[in-house]
């Protein structure tokens, strides 16, 4: 992944800690005032205590981690911005441990990336990523279109007209999350939530991958949303595979489209 820029990113707010457990041990009945079926019953509780303080942590890492991911989906973080631990840890109500935890798992899913001496930045996908994600959104929505069972063709006509509706009204913003509704309702469709976490992390590296080609962003989500329609009267008429078929085929023309502009600059210091 490639960032450009270094713009700050995060919001004032109180943060929120948490003290360690002291780990205590019992060595004896005589120590502890009781027996020593009573220090095992402390043993015990404590070890029920450490293990309850780590799934508070394994929460709130993976609350951190959802909404991060959902800041870069709806572009309130953006290609190149810095990401303050102490704004954003007081923003999310977390520690600063708890973050640069949410901030490995981002960097897995290839959100951010960490610079040696210069912190963490949102991250853009390289072309050989871009082609990675085409190919996992075609296996995500064809599949779920040939075979998903909670297949809500109205659902999807509904969200096609209000597109289109939104395009002829020169509603560039209604015109994309329309688009990106269409394609998430697809998803979910097959019932899974592994699919629709997949998705979601999806959904921020398209985020992502525009963010060199934000002039076309707007004809991206306008012109498929004629490709949307041709999927819709597709399954309307009981076409399923056809539908699938019509998916593949505008997602690699996508793909193809950005794929055209290259990989992004590395960024200064790399």
């Keep these: 992944m490639r960032h450009a820029g270094t713009a700050a990113a995060g919001a004032d707010g109180g943060q929120r800690s948490s003290a360690p457990i002291a780990h205590t041990a019992c060595t004896g009945a005589a120590e502890n005032g009781g027996t020593a079926d009573g220090g095992a019953a402390d043993r015990s509780t404590e070890d029920r205590n450490t293990e309850d303080r780590g799934a508070e942590d394994g929460t709130a890492r993976s609350r951190a981690h959802a909404e991060l991911m959902g800041l870069i989906a709806g572009g309130q973080l953006s290609v190149g911005d810095k990401l303050s631990e102490v704004a954003l840890a007081a923003r999310l109500g977390v520690s600063r441990n708890t973050l640069r935890e949410a901030f490995a798992a981002l960097a897995a899913d290839g959100l951010v990336e960490r610079i040696p001496h210069r912190g963490v930045f949102v991250a853009e996908p390289t072309q050989r990523e871009i ?3 085409y190919r996992l959104r075609i296996l995500l929505e064809a599949g779920a279109l040939q075979w998903a069972d909670g ?8 969200i096609v007209e209000r597109g289109l509706a939104a395009r002829s009204a020169g509603d560039h913003v209604g015109t994309a999350a329309a688009n990106q509704d269409f394609h998430t309702a697809i998803v979910a469709a097959a019932g899974s939530r592994h699919a629709d976490a997949l998705m979601r992390r999806v959904s921020a590296l398209m985020r992502l991958a525009f963010a060199r ?3 076309l962003e707007d004809q991206f989500h306008a012109r498929f949303a004629e490709g949307n329609l041709r999927v819709v009267e597709l399954l309307e008429r009981g076409d399923r595979a056809g539908a699938a078929a019509s998916m593949r085929a505008y997602l690699d023309d996508a793909r193809a489209e950005l794929g055209a502009l290259g990989d992004p600059p590395a960024p200064p210091g790399r």
Excluded at 151 to 158: F, N, P, Q
């Design 131 to 133: 082609a990675e994600i």
């Design 151 to 158: 297949l809500d063709t109205a659902g999807l006509r509904a």
């Design 213 to 215: 080609a934000s002039r």
